[in-house]
Nanobody, 117 residues
Framework: QLQLVESGGGLVQPGGSLRLSCAAS????????MAWYRQIPGKQREWVAA???????LYDDSVKGRFSISREVHSSTVHLQMDNLKPEDTAVYYC???????????WGQGTQVTVSS
């Protein structure tokens, strides 16, 4: 059974940092480009960053230069280091394979990130 467990969210002031982690099933992790997504209530889930099995990095323009994605092969974990956070980064953050369907694919519970003074 697929496992995607996100953690590390919280409340932080603008300009602060958080590090998110996602523990995935090893079989799923080893063959997929992994990505982080975020969703604000009432809006569509959006992709923010991805990392291929070979380590190629992709970022949405809204987070480029502030967020950094990485993967730990030995623990099948994907991280998202978020620096210089802005109020507009407030959302529930999820991890999954790049291209996962919001409706047809399995998703974990996500982790809430709130950026507020």
């Amino acid at each position: 059974q697929l496992q995607l467990v996100e953690s590390g969210g919280g409340l932080v002031q603008p300009g602060g940092s958080l590090r998110l982690s996602c523990a995935a099933s090893s079989s799923f992790f080893s063959v997929n480009t992994m990505a982080w997504y975020r969703q604000i209530p009432g809006k569509q889930r959006e992709w923010v960053a991805a990392i291929s099995t070979g380590g190629r990095l992709l970022y949405d323009d809204s987070v480029k230069g502030r967020f950094s994605i990485s993967r730990e092969v030995h623990s099948s974990t994907v991280h998202l280091q978020m620096d210089n956070l802005k109020p507009e980064d407030t959302a529930v953050y999820y991890c999954n394979r790049l291209g996962a369907s919001p409706r047809d694919d399995y998703w974990g519970q996500g982790t809430q990130v709130t950026v507020s003074s």
